[in-house]
């Protein structure tokens, strides 16, 4: 059983940024795809980021690309998720998973095992 923990998140005004952690209690975390999806009120849980195993691969929804950088930290047990250039749509509750499906799957729910409580994201504008 893994168990996640986020962090990371609060209110921030459109333009700044915010860095999300995910830690893990699973020493091996190395051995699935960590991925971060967002929900925000009154919508479904949506796809943000994705990456590989030992971070080789990464993958972004169109709606972040180019402005969210997924990373991990293997020895921390611990995925980020850096967010730059904020917009208030970027509001919504992150959450990180663990899996051991890549792409396609990484980009869907059901490819994940394990979930965290999630964090609160708010953007003002």
């Known amino acids: 059983q893994v168990q996640l923990v986020e962090s990371g998140g609060g209110l921030v005004q459109a333009g700044g940024s915010l860095r999300l952690s995910c830690s893990a209690s699973?020493?091996?975390?190395?051995?699935?795809?960590m991925g971060w999806f967002r929900q925000a009120p009154g919508k479904a849980r949506e796809f943000v980021a994705a990456?590989?195993?030992?971070?080789?691969?990464?993958d972004y929804a169109d709606s972040v690309k180019g402005r969210f950088t997924i990373s991990r930290d293997n020895a921390k047990n611990t995925v980020y998720l850096q967010m730059n250039s904020l917009k208030p749509e970027d509001t919504a509750v992150y959450f990180c998973a663990a899996g051991t499906n890549w792409f396609p799957l990484s980009r869907n729910s059901y490819g994940y095992d394990y979930w965290g409580q999630g964090t609160q994201v708010t953007v003002s504008s």
């Open positions: 699973e020493r091996t975390l190395s051995r699935y795809v």
């Open positions: 990456i590989k195993w030992n971070g080789g691969s990464t």
